[in-house]
């Protein structure tokens, strides 16, 4: 069983930047990948950056790229997703999940009951 928390959403002007958390306890096996998804009105939910827990390997989604970084941070157990140069289309509910995927992609088992980005123009 994993737990996942995230927090760090809020509402920001385009161009801005923000920086969401994802707090996990339970087994350490369970989180073995994590990954940021988000579902944006209407849309369905989409991965945007995924990470190995124990390597770093990192993976984005190209909507993404060179503007959000993945982190993770051992001693905290907690994994980060910087998000820079923030577009009105990055607006969406961001979820953090946690698994065992052989892909960061997914499948994911464990879900956070996410936190609302909005940027504005």
């Known amino acids: 069983q994993v737990q996942l928390v995230e927090a760090g959403g809020g509402s920001v002007q385009a161009g801005g930047s923000l920086r969401l958390s994802c707090a996990t306890s339970?087994?350490?096996?369970?989180?073995?990948?994590m990954g940021w998804f988000r579902q944006a009105p209407g849309k369905e939910r989409e991965f945007v950056a995924g990470?190995?827990?124990?390597?770093?390997?990192?993976d984005y989604a190209d909507s993404v790229k060179g503007r959000f970084t993945i982190s993770r941070d051992n001693n905290k157990n907690t994994v980060y997703l910087h998000m820079n140069s923030l577009k009105p289309e990055d607006t969406a509910v961001y979820y953090c999940a946690a698994g065992s995927p052989a892909l960061v992609i997914g499948p994911y088992d464990y879900w956070g009951q996410g936190t609302q980005v909005t940027v504005s123009s």
């Open positions: 339970g087994r350490t096996l369970n989180r073995y990948a």
């Open positions: 990470i190995r827990w124990s390597t770093g390997w990192t």
